[in-house]
């Protein structure tokens, strides 16, 4: 139920929802999925087991947990017409653009899981989407760099068999490094759900309309493209090799404290966090593991990420703004290291996210009343006037 609340003292906010899915302290730093802190669940769990405390409310138990990645790996196949649908896009289109572009098709190819008011639909829907999104994920990245696409496996976990799909070659064997697989299952973990930022919003507002769930989740996958959310990953990998050594580290700190300059540091900042992302610090203890056995730990790019943070964790401009680094900081690295372009970091956050989105989706429909309402404005524009003939204008 849409209502104001004091989320901190002194700082009052108009909820969009309630929500007992995930909860976040912007002030402590503080975020959890049903009551577990992100930390542990990094540490401790894997993601499918996540996206079973996301959809269900509660960890499974060894039989639940066999049965739902039976389910799951059971379904990662994508219609074999939809290979056709890729081959519609330009060899050169952004993978966030396949993405949109194929999931809102999936509406025309599982007729028998959109009717939003049949429970089974919803539950066929929404296993069909988490388990769908690697395989479409890797299939957008191999057409953009004309590969023949690698089909999912079933002897594979959820992360090596994205990984696979990504970089196997029919030419070769492909083994997955199972460092590459931790790592990419950790990251699928810590981008898993955020409460209600734009894209999960963007999810919430469209199915208050009735549209059906791969509708709802291309319009997320489409909000977080933008490079102020889901696309600052990208972004932000970008604006390190562009500073590409620590003395130009100033430079770039003084573009970002210029008013009159739009440049912002990317992986920096938060709506809500004015403490440590606590997906961040994560992030950066994995990026120090994964790049050590790599044996890239000199990688100049993590020096610079590293004495970035450290230089704007030193002025006063962030520091007073509250200004930290966020999940976006040190990703892009782990994933470069992986061997992903950056055109396919955006692309495997939606992939971790789709969890998110549905589970905030079932939570909305299960209770009409949590609906994100339509949004009104604060009308600025002229007052009624009466129409002017274009004769005596
Ligand atoms: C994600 O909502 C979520 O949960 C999103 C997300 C998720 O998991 O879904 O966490 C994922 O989107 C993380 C954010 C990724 N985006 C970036 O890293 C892009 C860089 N960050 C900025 O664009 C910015 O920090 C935002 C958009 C994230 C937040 O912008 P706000 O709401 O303006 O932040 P703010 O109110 O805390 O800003 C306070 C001040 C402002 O200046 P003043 O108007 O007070 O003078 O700090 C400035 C901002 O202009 N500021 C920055 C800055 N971020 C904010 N200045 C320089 N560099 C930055 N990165």
């Known amino acids: 139920q849409a209502g104001v609340f004091t989320y901190d003292p002194g700082f009052t906010s ?32 894997h993601y499918l087991e996540v996206c079973y405390l996301l959809l269900y409310g509660e960890l499974p138990s060894p039989a639940q947990l066999e049965e739902f990645e039976s389910l799951v790996t059971n379904h990662t196949m994508l219609h074999e017409q939809m290979m056709n649908f890729f081959r519609g896009f330009r060899r050169d289109a952004h ?64 992360a090596s068999n994205f990984l696979r799909m990504c970089f196997a070659v029919p030419a070769e064997d492909y083994n997955v490094d199972p460092i590459l697989s931790r790592a990419m299952d950790r990251i699928f973990t810590l981008h898993a759900d955020h409460e209600q930022n734009a894209s999960t919003s963007t999810v919430r507002l469209a199915s208050s309309s009735g549209a059906n769930p791969f509708a709802c989740i291309a319009a997320g996958i489409a909000c977080l493209w933008g490079p102020a959310h889901g696309g600052a990953n990208q972004a932000c990998l970008e604006m390190l090799k562009e500073i590409g050594t620590p003395d130009r580290i100033p430079e770039f700190i003084a573009r970002a404290k210029d008013k009159d300059d739009p440049f912002r540091l990317m992986g920096f900042g938060h709506r809500v966090y004015k403490n440590f992302d606590p997906r961040a610090t994560v992030m950066k203890q994995s990026a120090d593991e994964v790049l050590e056995l790599l044996g890239v730990e000199n990688n100049p790019i993590l020096q610079v990420a590293k004495e970035l943070e450290k230089a704007a964790l030193e002025d006063p401009y962030f520091s007073e703004k509250k200004l930290f680094p966020n999940v ?66």
């Open 95 to 158: 993978p966030m653009a396949v993405m949109v572009g194929v999931v809102g098709a999936m509406s025309a190819f599982y007729h028998d899981s959109t009717d939003i008011n049949d429970p089974h639909q919803r539950e066929v829907a929404s296993i069909r989407l988490i388990a769908k999104m690697p395989t479409i994920a890797a299939m957008a990245y191999k057409y953009t760099i004309g590969q023949p696409f690698i089909y999912p496996r079933n002897d594979l976990d959820y």
């Open 14 to 45: 108009t909820a969009a929802c309630d929500s007992t899915i995930t909860f976040i302290d912007g002030t402590e730093g503080i975020l959890t999925h049903r009551g577990y802190q992100i930390g542990e669940l990094a540490e401790k769990s």
């Open 328 to 393: 976006d900081f040190y990703s892009g690295i782990i994933l470069e290291a992986m061997g992903f372009p950056t055109s396919m970091f955006t692309p495997i956050f939606a992939l971790a996210r789709t969890v998110g989105w549905i589970s905030q989706w079932k939570e909305q429909l299960a209770d009409p009343q949590l609906k994100i309402g339509r949004p009104r404005q604060l009308y600025q524009g002229s007052d009624i006037r009466s129409y002017t003939d274009i004769e005596k204008r």
